[in-house]
Nanobody
Framework: QVHVAESGGGLVQPGGSLRLSCAASESISNINYMGWYRQTPGSRRGLVADISSDGKIWYADSVKGRFTISRDIAKNTIYLQMDSLKSEDTAVYYC????????????WGQGTQVTVSS
């Protein structure tokens, strides 16, 4: 079973930037989708962005133009570059290695807190 681990969260002011990383324990080129989700207290975990094994990228409307998902296959790592951060981006961000066909199912990381506040 693949394992993933996130890093890079923290506190940032509105308008600032952060980059999250997610390292996988095996080659990400063999994983159907690698994705970033986020969750706030009392809400469901929602998909922010994902990238397929053949490089197709999807973004939630709320982050289009501000967030960029990318990957380094040689390092088995995906990234989420978050720019122009807003207070509503505050959440725990989770990485998912989706090895099957169902969205939202697979191996989750432990999550990393992103707080956007002045």
């Amino acid at each position: 079973q693949v394992h993933v681990a996130e890093s890079g969260g923290g506190l940032v002011q509105p308008g600032g930037s952060l980059r999250l990383s997610c390292a996988a324990s095996e080659s990400i080129s063999n994983i159907n989708y690698m994705g970033w989700y986020r969750q706030t207290p009392g809400s469901r975990r929602g998909l922010v962005a994902d990238i397929s094994s053949d490089g197709k990228i999807w973004y939630a409307d709320s982050v289009k133009g501000r967030f960029t998902i990318s990957r380094d296959i040689a390092k088995n790592t995906i990234y989420l570059q978050m720019d122009s951060l807003k207070s509503e981006d505050t959440a725990v961000y989770y990485c998912l290695a989706q090895t099957g066909q169902l969205k939202g199912f697979g191996s989750w990381g432990q999550g990393t807190q992103v707080t956007v506040s002045s």
